[in-house]
């Protein structure tokens, strides 16, 4: 009895009909707010998480707590915050993950804490700016900034407070001119003003304090 090729090639061809269907179902890889690179593998660096060639190391858990190693706000001295982090229910979900404050264009803008430049360049038509922060673990946390205009190059050591580039005019998502501030770990977003200070956040205007402890002078009558 001659054996029929077509019922052995059958099962192969299912098979390959089925992982087709599943690569399907997947979500597309796409850019997400406040990140060059669309996540690990894509744009320069593989992406403001990847390193080289696009691969991660492990993230932490989640609830891994964020040092607050910030010494200086990004912009201003004390900036309203036009729109807050707001964590995404899934990977590819809605959301905000980042915050945006408010600015003017040509407004310097400042590393929040020391770090050393990861990415200076464009993305997509807008500036943007990555900080690698020092001592903040492995993989460490990494602070985004845009629309800016670059004015340090990859690779560069900065301090807190240190200008890493200027705010641009176009290129913003908010209804009037602001800079969008990201951090991540790895391929996880994470809320940036977790990295200031409580003395930071809520730092207002100064004030004159009561003097305890140390005698007033004698008042003196003139004559």
Same mark, same amino acid.
């Given at each position: 009895?001659?054996?029929?090729? &077509?019922?052995?090639?059958?099962?192969?061809?299912?098979?390959?009909?089925?992982?087709?269907?599943? $690569?399907?179902?997947?979500?597309?890889?796409?850019?997400?707010?406040?990140? =060059?690179?669309?996540?690990?593998?894509?744009?320069?660096?593989? #992406?403001?998480?990847?390193? =080289? #060639?696009?691969? &991660?190391? =492990? &993230?932490? *858990?989640?609830?891994?707590? $964020?040092?607050?190693?910030?010494?200086?706000?990004?912009?201003?001295?004390?900036?309203?915050?036009?729109?807050?982090?707001?964590?995404?229910?899934?990977?590819?979900?809605?959301?905000?993950?980042?915050?945006?404050?408010?600015?003017? *264009?040509?407004?310097?803008?400042?590393?929040?804490?020391?770090?050393?430049?990861?990415?200076?360049?464009?993305?997509?038509?807008?500036?943007?700016?990555?900080?690698?922060?020092?001592?903040?673990?492995?993989?460490?946390?990494?602070?985004?900034?845009?629309?800016?205009?670059?004015?340090?190059?990859?690779?560069?050591? $900065?301090?807190?407070?240190? /200008?890493?580039?200027?705010?641009?005019?176009?290129?913003?998502? !908010?209804?009037?001119? !602001?800079?969008?501030?990201?951090?991540?770990? +790895?391929?996880?977003?994470?809320?940036?003003? &977790?990295?200031?200070? =409580?003395?930071?956040?809520?730092?207002?205007?100064?004030?004159?304090?009561? $003097?305890?402890? /140390?005698?007033?002078?004698? +008042?003196?009558?003139?004559?």
């Amino acid at each position: 009895m001659r054996e029929d090729r &077509s019922m052995r090639t059958w099962p192969a061809l299912l098979l390959a009909l089925m992982v087709a269907a599943v $690569v399907g179902a997947l979500p597309a890889a796409t850019a997400l707010d406040g990140d =060059p690179g669309g996540g690990p593998g894509g744009g320069p660096g593989g #992406g403001l998480g990847g390193g =080289p #060639g696009g691969s &991660s190391p =492990p &993230s932490p *858990p989640a609830d891994t707590p $964020v040092p607050a190693v910030g010494r200086a706000w990004p912009v201003g001295l004390r900036p309203s915050v036009i729109r807050g982090w707001e964590p995404p229910a899934t990977t590819y979900g809605r959301g905000h993950r980042g915050v945006d404050l408010t600015a003017a *264009p040509g407004a310097p803008v400042r590393a929040v804490a020391p770090g050393r430049i990861s990415f200076a360049g464009r993305v997509a038509g807008r500036g943007v700016v990555s900080v690698e922060l020092n001592g903040t673990g492995d993989p460490p946390l990494r602070t985004t900034y845009e629309p800016v205009r670059a004015t340090a190059k990859k690779g560069t050591e $900065v301090a807190a407070g240190e /200008v890493i580039g200027v705010l641009e005019p176009t290129g913003s998502h !908010c209804p009037a001119s !602001c800079l969008h501030w990201g951090l991540r770990r +790895a391929d996880a977003y994470l809320d940036p003003l &977790s990295l200031l200070p =409580p003395w930071l956040l809520g730092r207002g205007p100064s004030r004159l304090l009561p $003097v305890i402890g /140390v005698p007033e002078p004698e +008042a003196r009558t003139v004559p």
